[in-house]
């Protein structure tokens, strides 16, 4: 059980983020949200959360790619609930283009977001989580970690580097009680591939259903999507006892997209 713990998810207003808090939330733990999204369903979902699984929630809508918004958020959650136990680093956006069309802006946002925001958020965790000796943190990272497509270029190098974050976070923590490890999804149907199963719904012309098919099938074996629900398992089992020794691994859970 994570009774008594608090997991703060970056970017759990939606998909996966939300998936996990909810399912960490179900052992226990006291969630700490953050993402973008309007302020009253965000507070629908936290009083969801606290009714279904008898928990206290909180919110704070800092912007993962300003450091100084992250530095408040985690001052909130220390203040809240004494600090964090699990940090689970799950906010990320996606944008797809050609390197020569890459927009410069889209490039920065991208590694802001997807890299740089993991590091704030686990500099300024691991200090309470080594005063306790027991922390976890998971970064969300992606197949996209572990092998690359093309037009997905600051995506890939963002990932790849979270990956290897990961490891020397796993390196610096190893001989403590605080374990650091990355999940490495393949398709999930959230908005942020929605919105890529509608670009190729519009440029194939053809139906949401044919669309999403083709997508699977392109790189996803299993035809089949991954569901957030199932990512929320593996982030609990990070997190309990037998978790102790996996250290610094990127586990893949993507219908054997990496297996080819
Ligand atoms: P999503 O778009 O459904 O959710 C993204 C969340 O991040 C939302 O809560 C959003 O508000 C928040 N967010 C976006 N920008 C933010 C910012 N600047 N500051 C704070 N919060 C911000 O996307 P998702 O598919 O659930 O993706 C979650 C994570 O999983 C991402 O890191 C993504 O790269 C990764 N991932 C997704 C898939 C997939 O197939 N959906 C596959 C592999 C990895």
């Not at 012309?205 to 299993?222: H, I």
Request: proline share 2%; net charge negative; with cysteine.
């Amino acid at each position: 059980s994570l009774k008594g713990k608090t997991a703060l998810v970056t970017g759990s207003t939606s998909g996966i983020g939300l998936g996990i808090a909810r399912s960490l939330a179900a052992e226990g733990a006291n969630i700490v949200f953050n993402g973008f999204g309007d302020r009253q369903e965000i507070q629908a979902l936290q009083t969801a959360v606290e009714n279904e699984f008898d928990v206290k929630t909180a919110y704070h809508n800092a912007d993962m790619s300003k450091a100084a918004e992250i530095e408040a958020m985690m001052n909130f959650a220390s203040t809240t609930f004494g600090g964090v136990d699990i940090l689970v680093n799950n906010a990320g956006i996606q944008h797809v283009a050609n390197i020569e069309d890459f927009p410069v802006e889209k490039w920065d946002a991208i590694i802001a977001i997807n890299l740089t925001s993991s590091f704030h958020t686990t500099r300024l965790a691991l200090p309470s989580m080594k005063q306790k000796n027991w922390g976890r943190i998971i970064n969300l990272a992606s197949v996209h970690g572990l092998v690359a497509s093309a037009q997905k270029s600051a995506y890939v190098a963002a990932k790849h580097g979270l990956v290897g974050f990961t490891k020397t976070t796993a390196l610096e923590t190893a001989d403590t009680g605080i374990t650091c490890n990355a999940i490495c999804p393949g398709w999930v149907l959230t908005p942020l591939v929605q919105k890529q199963v509608d670009d190729r719904a519009a440029k194939e012309g053809v139906d949401n259903d044919t669309a999403k098919k083709r997508l699977l099938a392109e790189k996803q074996p299993s035809g089949e999507f991954v569901t957030p629900e199932q990512l929320g398992a593996l982030a609990v089992f990070f997190c309990s006892e037998a978790g102790n020794q996996i250290r610094g691994v990127a586990w893949n859970m993507d219908g054997g997209w990496v297996a080819q």
